[in-house]
């Protein structure tokens, strides 16, 4: 991913409105193009890493059973209060979990449950078509949840040293993560360079010695984080 900062715009341009002819001579140039049809459902899209997809309670696959310790941080920081969570006390004075409902019709997908997730037991999947008759479909409960995961893992193939980015908030020091949250992540998810606006000009500059000036152009790249084996 390349990020591009926008040079600001004089007086002149301001005033005569430039970015609408920009635009017209754009849709000039593409009218001229070869249209590209996508063969949906034959052929289908490539998920980007970090694609918010359907909601799933990853299985693990030494228990069979969902990681969720109970520790309710996803039913705290979700933005829409759309998780909910029952949990009682085992025998070992451990977290069971009891119930375990998302109501995706009112999640926003912003992904801070899969982010604060100590265990990564909640992730949002590459799965994005799952359209139902009706509202109940997307109330989701733990087996739900869990099926959601086995589809997912169907449409997957081999999950093997499957990351789930999301998994790992971006630009974390390893030392700041949980330690199932410590995978191996690739630059494209996890470097420095995903620093946008001021704070990616501020850790430029640091590493550099140099204050990049605000319209000149910088490239970064998105890094791929968090673990859901
Ligand atoms: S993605 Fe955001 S809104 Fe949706 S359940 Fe998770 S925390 Fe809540
Ligand atoms: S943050 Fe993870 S472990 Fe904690 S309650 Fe939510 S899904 Fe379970």
Not at 109 to 133: D, H, M, Q, R, S
Not at 139 to 159: E, I, P, R, S, T
Request: aromatic share 8%.
């Amino acid at each position: 991913m390349q990020i591009q900062y926008k040079a600001p715009r004089n007086w002149l341009q301001t005033l005569l409105q430039t970015e609408i002819a920009q635009g017209m001579a754009l849709t000039l140039r593409r009218m001229f193009n070869r249209p590209i049809t996508r063969q949906y459902p034959e052929e289908k899209p490539v998920v980007a890493a970090g694609f918010r997809g359907r909601h799933a309670l990853v299985r693990d696959a030494a228990t069979g059973e969902s990681r969720c310790v109970a520790c309710m941080r996803c039913a705290r920081v979700c933005p829409s209060h759309c998780i909910r969570i029952r949990w009682s006390r085992a025998a070992d004075n451990s977290r069971v979990v009891d119930a375990y409902n998302i109501d995706a019709l009112r999640c926003i997908f912003c992904g801070y449950c899969a982010e604060v997730c100590p265990v990564n037991a909640i992730v949002l999947t590459e799965v994005y078509a799952y359209a139902a008759n009706g509202r109940s479909a997307f109330k989701f409960d733990k087996q739900a949840l869990l099926d959601n995961w086995d589809d997912f893992a169907a449409q997957k193939g081999d999950m093997q040293g499957y990351v789930n980015p999301l998994c790992r908030p971006r630009n974390m020091p390893e030392g700041a993560l949980a330690h199932a949250k410590r995978v191996a992540v690739d630059a494209e998810w996890s470097g420095a360079e995903q620093w946008v606006g001021k704070n990616h000009r501020a850790a430029l500059a640091h590493t550099q010695g140099v204050e990049p000036t605000p319209g000149a152009p910088c490239h970064g790249q998105t890094n791929q984080g968090g673990a859901a084996k």
